[in-house]
T-cell receptor, first 114, second 112 residues
């Protein structure tokens, strides 16, 4: 079956711009989470959506936002980009609400802010 | 969140077993122990998880100490494709939203 699909794979933006990243979870998965990975901070949780509702949010400024659609696809948006937002953004999906199994991650979107 | 401690790096020869340790002395009774790995230029990949009993799957085995304060991920026969960063993560059980809190993990190098 198809895995988690993230688009685009690579993106270059200028400071001050905004960006939208897309994630298509595995078919049937209702939970979608987003993570940011940087060399300095490692993998950090951004937010998690389940059935179109944000259930949890990490410690990121309000410039980072997201949403989930009725087909479970999710988008995240970063407004007023800063150089420090350059990172690999990863999306993960899972089948169960009360997760005891594993998340399936996509390959990520590499965002470079110049 | 309960914390895990892993060695920064480990080396293994190809085709030999690898034991990756993880300490989690503050684990609660309802925390599951999860392992993920991240190969270069890829997202993390789920490896295995367990609660109290040892677990086996096609990728690895998970050995959990009787007091649950430590666990060991066992790769039975390391291959070059197993070179990755391995993360040990504690995840609460039950319904609700729980993020994965990644530490720095253990970077495994496999020597041909």
């Amino acid at each position: 079956k198809a895995g988690v699909t993230q688009t685009p794979r690579y993106l270059i933006k200028t400071r001050g711009q905004q960006v939208t990243l897309s994630c298509s979870p595995i078919s049937g998965h209702r939970s979608v989470s987003w993570y940011q990975q940087t060399p300095g901070q490692g993998l950090q949780f951004l937010f998690e959506y389940f059935s179109e509702t944000q259930r949890n949010k990490g410690n990121f400024p309000g410039r980072f936002s997201g949403r989930q659609f009725s087909n479970s696809r999710s988008e995240m948006n970063v407004s007023t980009l800063e150089l420090g937002d350059s990172a690999l953004y990863l999306c993960a999906s899972s089948l169960e609400e009360g997760l005891r199994g594993g998340y399936t991650f996509g390959s990520g979107t590499r965002l470079t802010v110049v | 969140d309960a914390k895990t401690t892993q060695p920064n790096s480990m080396e293994s020869n190809e085709e030999e077993p690898v034991h990756l340790p993880c300490n989690h002395s503050t684990i609660s009774g309802t925390d599951y122990i999860h392992w993920y790995r991240q190969l270069p230029s890829q997202g993390p990949e789920y490896v295995i998880h367990g609660l109290t009993s040892n677990v086996n799957n096609r990728m690895a085995s998970l050995a959990i100490a009787e007091d649950r304060k430590s666990s060991t991920l066992i790769l039975h026969r390391a291959t070059l494709r197993d070179a990755a960063v391995y993360y040990c993560i504690l995840r609460p059980s039950g319904a609700g939203s729980y993020q994965l809190t990644f530490g720095k993990g253990t970077k495994l190098s496999v020597i041909p």
